[in-house]
DNA sequence: TTATAAAAGGACCCCGTTGTCCTTTTATAA
DNA sequence: TTATAAAAGGACAACGGGGTCCTTTTATAA
């Protein structure tokens, strides 16, 4: 569904906002072990990430990802919005060139649904609300470390 | 969602019930140009499709493909099962390694939902339901041809 | 003020999916 | 029985997403 560079995304932002929250400022390294991604790619995926503001980061020694706008929490969407755009979310389940309400396919009415809903679910969620449930132990950043 | 060439699948084995219907055995070149796909991949599709004996075909002069047991109805998910496996049914939206209701990421029960909604669709949907709606006028095959 | 630690950035490579081309096999029409 | 039309199959090419490596920039600690 997702590309892999967006998972890794995700999965990154929940990451710095775990440590943010303990008043720290991961690196790549630290973020690229605990997402399980490799730590040149994941650095690129930040790179990106931080261009789009999205994060925020710090050069040089002691330097770091971080969140500076902690009011406003950031949706699912956004991040795949910068990471792959929002195609994903328009595209002809039955692969036509477009989807169009007025001209379906077959499968329109269906996949539709199951589509939108997605839709729903990236909008609604925030890379706070997932955080929280990994720092109150309801859900896991990843298996096998630790 | 689908690859590619799944829905290339699903478009060329619509076409070929489509033209069975009428009495005919379409030949590469003809369902290639319906389904708006290369011929040459086509061909490899409709080769995979033929050796899993999801289709019908016959060599030599006047030949093409066609459907045999048409008392039986063909489902997508059999369709995707052939040409790309069933991965992307069991994966885990927030791309751990797999899903897991015990130890579930924090996306979980929303991805499920939709994951399972959609395997829902393609275990109950068939190519001939498809072809019907086609035949009846309510969805299309392709757009920007005739 | 210098050594060090960190992110930013550019150039490049790898591999799976998509896609092409050519030869071989098989059946039918003439 | 031969020419032709069609699928089957093998080998290979192109493209894009995923991934690596090395250099440059920037900040801080000593
Ligand atoms: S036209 Fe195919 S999903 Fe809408
Ligand atoms: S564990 Fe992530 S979707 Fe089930």
């Known amino acids: 569904m997702l ?3 967006t998972e890794y995304a995700i999965r990154a932002l929940v990451f710095v906002q775990l440590r943010n929250w ?6 790549v390294v630290e973020i690229a072990k605990e997402i399980e991604a490799p730590p040149a790619f994941s650095a690129k995926i930040l790179q990106t990430l931080t261009r789009h503001r999205l994060l925020d980061s710090a050069k040089g020694r ?10 406003n929490e950031l949706t699912l969407y956004q991040v795949i919005h910068v990471m792959e755009g929002d195609a994903c979310f328009h595209r002809c389940g039955f692969g036509l060139k477009s989807c169009n309400n007025d001209n379906p396919c077959p499968l329109h009415e269906q996949y539709k649904e199951v589509r939108d809903k997605f839709f729903e679910i990236v909008q609604e969620e925030t890379i706070q609300a997932l955080s929280e449930k990994i720092r109150k132990g309801e859900a896991v950043l990843n298996r096998g470390i630790g």
């Open 62 to 71: 002691g330097g770091g990802f971080f969140f500076n706008n902690e009011q």
């Open 3 to 5: 590309a892999k560079s």
């Open 22 to 27: 303990e008043g720290k400022r991961p690196g």
